[in-house]
C-alpha cells in the first residue's frame, strides 16, 4: 500500500500533498557513505557520530533544524504560512508568464514540505507530543490550503495565463500541465461558484476530512463479546477483558474453522456509529462532486487518471469478472474439497475459508514452508539484490549515510543516499523497517520532500521514508525475511525509485505525485523483478553456508502464487466494483449493507453472512475512495511491461532506460495513458488490460514438468 501524497488536502495544492534534470554541477560523492548490505545486516546500533565531527552536530527530524522538539513543529508552520502570504501576494501581481506557474509550484512546495513531512511524523514518531504536534500542524496547514482553494484572486491570477494563448503556446508541454492541474485543482473545489456555494464547498471538504479519519479510526477498533457466549476450548484465540473478549481482526490463518467463522461474525458485525459515519461520508463526497458540476464523486475522481470515466471502469471489472468467473468457480471447488477433507462435518465454503484453504491448498501443493526460504533472504542480502538490480538497470547505486544527532525518529533508522553514476547524488531515502510498540503495521512509502529546480537553478533533492514492519536480528541471525516480506520490500522498493527518478521540474507533479491507477505501476513491476529466479540468484544466499537458494524452489514459490489466485483476484473485483456502486449515483438505490450483499453474489459468489457487515471495515474507500481498481488496473500495466519489456533480460540496461525516459522521469508531469503507450509502442485496450492479469494465472508448463 502508497502514503503522504493521498492526504485529503484538496484543490489547487492537494495534488502535491500527495525534474527533469538536476540543476548544473554534479553533487559530490560523500566519504560517509559505507557498502548498504552491510548497514542492514549489522547489530541494530545507533548510527551517529561523535560529538565533534560534522556527523555529530545536533539537528532535527530529517535535518529540518526546527524539530528538534515537539514545538517546532509550530515554528515551522508559521514559517511556511507566512512564506505562503508573500507567495500569494507575487502571484496576484505577477503578469501571465511561466513564472505564474513557477510561483504557484513553490506556494505547493512551502506548504508540503511541512505537511507531507508531519503526515508521516503523526502516524509514526514513537513520541506522542511529536505525534500530536504533527496532526496539529497538518489540521492547521490543510485549513490555510482550504482559504487558497477558493481565493478568488489568486485563481484569477491562473486564469489570467491560461486564457493568453501567446504565452500558453511559448510554454513547454510541463509546464502547461502543471498549469492545466493548478487550475483543474481549483474548479473541484467550486472556485467557479458563488460566494455561498464556495464556503459550503469548503464546509463539505472539512466535514469530509473529519469523517474520514473518524471511519478509519472505527475500522480497526475491535469489537467486544461477553465469553460465555463462545466456546470454551477457543477463547484462549482471542484477548479476554474482564467478562468480555476483544476480537480484533479476522483471524484468517488460524487452522481452526470455528475461530476464524467466530472472528469473521464477530469482528464484521454492524456498528450503527460507523454505518452512520460511512452513510455520511458518501453522502458528502457525492455532495461536493455535485455542488462543483460532476454527475457523481468517481466521475470527479477518476478525472486524469489511466481510465479517465467510471464507464471505463466498471467495463474492465465486468470485462474481468467474466473472464475469471471459470477459473473462480475450478478454485472454489478445490477448497470445498480441502473443507471437506479437514472438517467432513461442515464442508460448505464460507467466505472465512478462503484466505485459509488458498494458503492450505498452495502449501500442499508445492511445499512452501516460509521457514525453509527465510535463512536466504537476510535483509542485507535483499538490500544488495537490490542494489545490483538498480546499478544493472538503471545506472544507480544506493549507500547507507551516518545520520545527525536528532535527525532520525529511532536509532534503528537508516537512512540511503541514492547515487547515479554519472549524474551524482539524486535524492535520499530513510528506511523505518523494523518493528517497534505503538508503530503502524504497514508497508508504505511516504514523500517528505518532493524534488524539484529551485529558482538559483539548484535541484532540490527528494527524501523519502519507506516503512515496514520487520523483525529486528537476534544474537545468532541477521534479520531474516520471509518470501513475502521480501517482495514487499522490493513493491516499496518500486515506489521509491520513481521518487527518486520522476526529476520534474515542479514539485507539484514530482515522483509518485500522479494518478493513482499509475502511481502503483512501477511497484507492481518490482514485484515480478522479485519473483524472477535470475534476480533472486544474484543475492539470495543462505545466511550461515552462502549456499545458493536452489532454483526449484524459486519456481516452487513463483507457481505456488497462482493457486487459487483466480479467487483471489474476483475478491479484488469484488472491492473495486463494490467501491464504485457507493461512489457511484447518488442517493443509493439500498443501505450499504444491501449494496455489499447484492455486490459479493455477483463479483465474488461466496455467500453473504446475515448480520456482518465487511464495508465497515473496507478502510481503503478513505484513501481509495472510487480508486480501489488502481490495483488491477496498475497490475495489468505492470504485467505488460514485464512481459514485452523485461521478461527476455530483467537487467537490460537498454530497457531500463526507457523505462525511466518513458514512465518513471515524468512523474505526474505526463497524462499516464501517454507514458504508457511511450513504453510499450501501443496504446492498450481494455480487452488488453484483462487479458494480462488472466494470462499470469496461468501455470508455467516447465515447472509443472520439474515437479511432476
Not at 487452522?255 to 459515519?277: C, G, H, M, T, W
Not at 514452508?369 to 537490490?386: I, K, Q, V, W
Not at 545490483?388 to 545527525?404: D, K, P, R, V, W
Request: with cysteine.
Amino acid at each position: 500500500m502508497l502514503a503522504g501524497c493521498r492526504r485529503a488536502l484538496p484543490a489547487a495544492l492537494g495534488r502535491a500533498l500527495r525534474g527533469r534534470a538536476a540543476g548544473p554541477g554534479r553533487r559530490a560523492v560523500s566519504t560517509s557513505w559505507c557498502p548498504v548490505g552491510a548497514a542492514f545486516d549489522a547489530k541494530q546500533q545507533q548510527q551517529q557520530a561523535p560529538r565533534g565531527s560534522a556527523a555529530g552536530r545536533e539537528t532535527g527530524l530529517f535535518g529540518v533544524p526546527e524539530l528538534s522538539c515537539p514545538e517546532g513543529f509550530q515554528e515551522a508552520q508559521d514559517k511556511a504560512l507566512q512564506q505562503s502570504e508573500q507567495l500569494v501576494q507575487k502571484a496576484c501581481s505577477t503578469p501571465p508568464g511561466p513564472e505564474t506557474v513557477m510561483i504557484f509550484d513553490q506556494l505547493s512546495d512551502a506548504l508540503c514540505r511541512v505537511a507531507d513531512l508531519a503526515d508521516f511524523v503523526k502516524i509514526a514518531h514513537p513520541d506522542f507530543a511529536f505525534r500530536e504536534a504533527a496532526e496539529e500542524a497538518c489540521r492547521n496547514i490543510g485549513t490555510v490550503v482550504e482559504k487558497l482553494n477558493t481565493d478568488v484572486e489568486l485563481c484569477q491570477s491562473l486564469r489570467r495565463l491560461l486564457a493568453d494563448e501567446v504565452v500558453m503556446s511559448s510554454l513547454d508541454p510541463e509546464t502547461r500541465r502543471v498549469a492545466e492541474l493548478f487550475m483543474f485543482d481549483f474548479e473541484i473545489s467550486g472556485i467557479h461558484l458563488d460566494e455561498e456555494k464556495r464556503k459550503k464547498a469548503v464546509n463539505l471538504n472539512v466535514r469530509i476530512l473529519d469523517l474520514c479519519n473518524e471511519f478509519l479510526t472505527g475500522a480497526h477498533l475491535p469489537n467486544k463479546i461477553d465469553k460465555n457466549v463462545l466456546p470454551e476450548h477457543i477463547r484462549y484465540n482471542f484477548t479476554a477483558e474482564g467478562n468480555y473478549l476483544q476480537v480484533a481482526g479476522l483471524h484468517a490463518d488460524c487452522p481452526d474453522d470455528l475461530v476464524r467463522e467466530a472472528a469473521y461474525k464477530i469482528f464484521l458485525y454492524p456498528n450503527a456509529e460507523q454505518l452512520s459515519r460511512l452513510e455520511e461520508l458518501l453522502a458528502s463526497r457525492n455532495s461536493l462532486a455535485q455542488l462543483v458540476g460532476y454527475d457523481t464523486f468517481a466521475h470527479r475522481a477518476l478525472q486524469g487518471t489511466m481510465a479517465e470515466t467510471p464507464e471505463t471502469v466498471t467495463q474492465f471489472l465486468e470485462k474481468l469478472s467474466d473472464q475469471l468467473s471459470k477459473r473462480t468457480r475450478k478454485d472454489f471447488e478445490m477448497m470445498t474439497k480441502m473443507k471437506m477433507k479437514l472438517n467432513p462435518q461442515n464442508s460448505k465454503l464460507m467466505p472465512w475459508d478462503h484466505p485459509y484453504y488458498s494458503g492450505v491448498l498452495r502449501a500442499e501443493r508445492y511445499n512452501i514452508d516460509p521457514g525453509l526460504y527465510c535463512p536466504f533472504f537476510s535483509l542485507g542480502a535483499c538490500m544488495e539484490g537490490l542494489n545490483s538490480l538498480f546499478s544493472q538497470l538503471l545506472g544507480i547505486s544506493l549507500y547507507a549515510e551516518q545520520t545527525q544527532r536528532g535527525e532520525v525518529w529511532s536509532e534503528d533508522v537508516r537512512k540511503l543516499a541514492v547515487v547515479h553514476e554519472t549524474e551524482g547524488l539524486l535524492g535520499y531515502i530513510y528506511c523505518d523497517f523494523f518493528q517497534r510498540p505503538d508503530k503502524p503495521h504497514q508497508d508504505c512509502h511516504f514523500t517528505v520532500r518532493g524534488g524539484r529546480l529551485r529558482e538559483n537553478g539548484e535541484y532540490q533533492l527528494p527524501v523519502v521514508v519507506l516503512m515496514l514492519s520487520l523483525p529486528h536480528s537476534t544474537r545468532g541471525a541477521p534479520t531474516l525475511l520471509s518470501p513475502g516480506m521480501m517482495e514487499n520490500l522490493f513493491h516499496e522498493m518500486g515506489h521509491a525509485m520513481h521518487s527518486m527518478l520522476g526529476r520534474t521540474r515542479y514539485q507539484h507533479v514530482t515522483g509518485t505525485r500522479c494518478p493513482t491507477d499509475f502511481a502503483e505501476v512501477p511497484s507492481i513491476l518490482m514485484e515480478y523483478f522479485a519473483n524472477d529466479y535470475r534476480v533472486v540468484n544474484q543475492f539470495a544466499r543462505h545466511y550461515k553456508t552462502g549456499q545458493p537458494l536452489p532454483k526449484n524452489m524459486v519456481s516452487r514459490l513463483c507457481e505456488s502464487k497462482k493457486v487459487c489466485a483466480a479467487a483471489d483476484m474476483q475478491l479484488q473485483v469484488f472491492y473495486a466494483a463494490l467501491d464504485q456502486i457507493y461512489h457511484g449515483k447518488h442517493p443509493l438505490k439500498k443501505s450499504t449493507t444491501e449494496i455489499l450483499k447484492e455486490t459479493q453474489e455477483k463479483f465474488y459468489g461466496l455467500p453473504y453472512v446475515p448480520n456482518t457487515a465487511w464495508q465497515l471495515r473496507f478502510s481503503h474507500l478513505v484513501g481509495y475512495g472510487a480508486k480501489y481498481y488502481s490495483y488491477l488496473m496498475s497490475r495489468a500495466v505492470a504485467s505488460m511491461v514485464w512481459k514485452q519489456c523485461f521478461a527476455q533480460d530483467p537487467f537490460d540496461r537498454a530497457m531500463g532506460e526507457r523505462y525511466r525516459r518513458e514512465m518513471l522521469a515524468h512523474g505526474g508531469g505526463k497524462e499516464p495513458i501517454l507514458m504508457v503507450q511511450g513504453m510499450l509502442q501501443k496504446s492498450p485496450s481494455v480487452e488488453d488490460f484483462v487479458d494480462a492479469l488472466v494470462s499470469d494465472l496461468d501455470q508455467d508448463f516447465e515447472t509443472f514438468i520439474m515437479d511432476s
